[in-house]
């Protein structure tokens, strides 16, 4: 079973680009369980400085006051979280593309559309036992949702296909449907995919105040709440080491020298995380605090300086739980624009 990147701390970057393209791994941010000894902050200075000279004239208030008053359209939707790949054919032959990009609408638990195909499905649950792929259910997917608050390890919750002998992206005509989570199956890949309700999505605040930046962490990072916004809203390292969930497993980041956590205020009562950690290169995720622990499933990831090219990107985020990630590459640049779920899922607006 093909599952995660395992990055080795002094492996070359050249390494750890070729084994993630040729495993197809979206986590190239999460950390191995072996580390070296990498805990002096000063070997980063460099980066840092790089990185405070490409972004330090962002304005992000005239960015939020454009994309604030955009019309946007809220609506429901199954968001892609995770995968799990038997094995290599199925990456090589970009069957991913299949599941990856897949539109769903699932209307009440009898009609299920898939890329706009109609199938009628009925609501029931099925024995653990009929799932005899032990890697993939017992290994993987058991306990990818028990980490998350739900267990299929004796009974699974399903939708049955009534309207078609053909498997369409099912297992033997089943799809694992828990009501938040629905898993699709295509030639030897799964991919999960979590449903965010329209109700639980809101809408940009015109009036919202920058709460925290790429510039303020790498200041904060150097000299603790030395950036004005830190010191503003009380923002400062976390003493801690919280839990970080990856896919079906905990990871260890206790070897992690240089792994640093920044807790923001919360929000809607969820707190809020920025988790920075360096090897060859500077990784920073952005995450919200739920079911007790942070999870990379749910999480943004921002590249500061990327690997194979000039590429760089900020964040800012905002007070009303808006997320601006800035992508600079040349003289293109790109802004994506997300936010915070009443459930403390991060979602795009488009």
């Known amino acids: 079973m093909i599952k995660k990147v395992i990055l080795f701390i002094g492996v070359s970057t050249l390494f750890i680009v070729l084994f993630a393209q040729v495993n197809g791994m979206k986590a190239s941010s999460k950390t191995g369980q072996d580390t070296a000894d990498v805990d002096d902050w000063q070997q980063n200075k460099t980066n840092m400085k790089v990185h405070k000279e490409c972004n330090c004239n962002i304005n992000w208030d005239s960015i939020h006051a454009i994309y604030a008053a955009k019309d946007y359209q809220l609506a429901d939707e199954w968001q892609f979280r995770d995968f799990y790949v038997g094995s290599e054919d199925s990456i090589e032959s970009g069957k991913r593309s299949v599941l990856w990009d897949m539109k769903i609408k699932l209307v009440g638990d009898s009609i299920l559309y898939l890329n706009n195909k109609k199938v009628k499905v009925r609501r029931t649950n099925v024995d653990a036992s009929a799932y005899k792929d032990k890697s993939y259910f017992d290994d993987y997917l058991v306990p990818f949702l028990a980490y998350r608050g739900i267990n299929i390890s004796k009974s699974v919750p399903v939708l049955q296909l009534t309207s078609s002998k053909e498997d369409v992206y099912s297992d033997d005509l089943r799809y694992i449907y828990t009501g938040n989570y629905l898993v699709l199956k295509y030639q030897g890949m799964c991919t999960i995919h979590k449903f965010i309700g329209k109700n639980s999505k809101s809408l940009p605040s015109p009036t919202a105040k920058v709460e925290y930046t790429c510039q303020d962490l790498y200041k904060d990072m150097a000299k603790e709440k030395s950036s004005k916004n830190a010191q503003l809203y009380n923002i400062r390292k ?30 809607n009562g969820i707190p809020v995380f920025i988790s920075y950690f360096a090897i060859d290169i500077e990784f920073i995720n952005i995450f919200t605090f739920c079911m007790h622990a942070l999870d990379y499933e749910n999480s943004i990831e921002v590249h500061p300086i990327e690997i194979n090219s000039d590429a760089t990107e900020s964040f800012a985020i905002f007070t009303d739980g808006t997320i601006y990630v800035k992508k600079n590459d040349g003289k293109k640049s790109k802004i994506t624009v997300k936010r915070i779920s009443k459930e403390g899922d991060f979602y795009e607006l488009k």
């Not at 969930?245 to 980041?253: G, K, V, W």
């Open 238 to 267: 976390y003493k801690g080491t919280p839990r970080i969930l990856s896919a079906q497993r905990f990871e260890d980041t206790t070897e992690v020298k240089n792994h640093y956590f920044t807790m923001l205020p919360a929000y």
